[in-house]
């Protein structure tokens, strides 16, 4: 079973792309899926996923180059039509230490306020 097959099923965001489960869609093609967050942490708060099943970012490889350049591309487009004219933040969580919540890639894309700083240091 490849990171395509594995877990597609009940993935929660499998379920969206398959309209199984309502989302806000924000942007839709035949490689991605953006849609608002139930959770926002600002004014802007996008999710933007693959609509096959990868479970991480760390299970990606050559072969996701296309999906993976339509995410990042996608984000300031999103941005700036959502109104985050004065910048915004591009997280993708990864793994257990990365603080990955929901096994499916996703990218969260969050601004229309000072969203803080990056990260605690220790």
């Known amino acids: 079973m490849t990171s395509g097959e594995a877990g597609a099923a009940d993935c929660v965001f ?5 309209g199984e489960i309502p989302a806000r869609r924000a942007y839709e093609d ?19 996923i693959p609509k096959a099943h990868v479970a991480s970012l760390a299970d990606c490889g050559a072969g996701h180059d296309a999906m993976l350049g339509r995410m990042l ?30 096994y499916h890639l996703h990218m969260h894309v969050i601004g229309g306020r000072d969203t803080g700083p990056m990260i605690a240091r220790t």
């Not at 499998?14 to 398959?18: G, H």
């Not at 035949?30 to 933007?48: C, G, Y």
């Open 30 to 48: 035949e490689l991605v899926l953006a849609f608002h967050d139930i959770r926002p942490a600002a004014p802007v708060h996008v999710l933007i």
């Open 14 to 18: 499998c379920r969206i792309v398959r």
């Open 73 to 102: 591309g996608l984000a300031p487009r999103l941005a700036r039509e959502l109104g985050a004219t004065g910048g915004f933040r591009t997280i993708v969580n990864t793994g257990r230490d990365g603080r990955q919540e929901v």
